[in-house]
């Protein structure tokens, strides 16, 4: 298989529609060197399109950016009021505009465009489009991936749309999009609960190359939806296999989202992105290999000396003072979250920073975790940053841990105290910052540590603490959802959540 970092590709599957004729026979290979019945034929076509099945992750980081922005952890920012349009709306909570916001429909088509990827390799697991059967070593775990993956696109979609499309059997085509119906969010939590199982059982503990899921994701992840489910009890052993795994805190937090701690010892899933193919496309911003959200977080207008580390971005998503100032005093994770360009500038007169341009809702803030940093993108700067999407971290699964401990039936209060020690203690480097647990506690402790990391406005949601911490810009009725996009209303005919 192709490195999942390095060489994460399309794979395009030419399908014809052509009507019958008794005059001409057509063959599509008089015009196309592969058709679909060339296709999956060996083992390195499976290897290949499974390949292509993870690369829709690639284009869901603005989810992450939205995890933040719809919350208290974050403002749109952007140059000018009318600048990032999408994101201010979501950070408004404008209902009226919402349905028609171009990232939500992104988002949208994103994990669509993912789900119909993996639905297309699953459908030819055991017989190919010509009744072949391909055999090879690592088949059944390869499958497991594409389960897995399945199950984190429709995870994306209920947890912002709610009920939405589901489907399994195979790829959507151009006659299928008349007249679809969005099922019960609780069917599609039963469908990526059923995929997830499904992997478990055939994954390795360890990934053949770095970026490739492994059991433990595929545990984590399905502990995560547990959560959201308030499916406690279920959520309890397999968190806690994850947690008596191999993966380890590292002592300098900041370490974590530079280049060399990708793929780390806390790291149980992350999405893989290279610059190694230079990509220009304007058009399609989040459909390269890079890193799009890098971008739109850095510093607008920096400048410096030529050993100063950063690159200029977009100041968008930038960390609120209200965030900053949740951390306790000695806690590394506020720096290593929060950045203050110009305490920076301050702090290092040699390196001669400046910052011309005073971003919208300015908060002397920018998100430390993805700043742009030289050396590591190409091509078109902006589009091809290489720093991975931290989507499951170690601690993550510490602090999930010591919530379904609290909130089960059968859960440990002691080793949820011990799970939340070990977050605290490497935040601090020492013991002596411990807290009691409590299940607010530990939900306090998941902002801290996961800051500008995605996670904020969904766990404020699932939690029920969004209506007391956002206030009168959260709308109750809509649950915590986004709207579907209209785009998609107009063409399927499908019905919108409340609210919008």
Known sequence: MKNIKNSIGF?????????????VEFDPRDEYAVTETDYLQTPL???????????PSQWLNQVMVIGDVASDNAVAGGENASDVLYFQNIDDFDYQFLANNGVLEDIWKSAYEGVNRTNYLLKYKDVNLLGNTISFDGKDALFGEILFLRAYYYFNLTRMFGDVVLFTDGKLGLSDFDGLVRAPQADVYAQIETDLIDAIKVLSLSAPQKGRITKYAAQALLGKVYLYESKFDLAVPLLEEVVNGPFSLVSNFDDIFLLKGENGTESVYEIQYSNGSPYYNWSGQTRGQGNYAVQQGGVRGLSGSADMPFNPGWSTNLPTQDLAAAYEVGDQRKDATCFDVAAYAANNPNLNVTFTVAPFKNTDLYNKKYLPRKGQTSGQLELNYENNQRIIRYSDVLLMAAEANLLASTGSASKAQTYLDLVRDRAFGDANHRVSVTVQ???KERRLELGMEGDRFFDLVRTGQASNVLGSRYNTVTKGLFPIPQREIDISGLSQNEGY
């Open 45 to 55: 076509d499976y290897q290949t399109m499974a390949v292509s099945c993870y690369t």
């Open 11 to 23: 794979i395009i599957i030419v399908s014809i529609c052509l009507g019958c004729s008794d005059v």
């Open 441 to 443: 506690t530990v939900w």
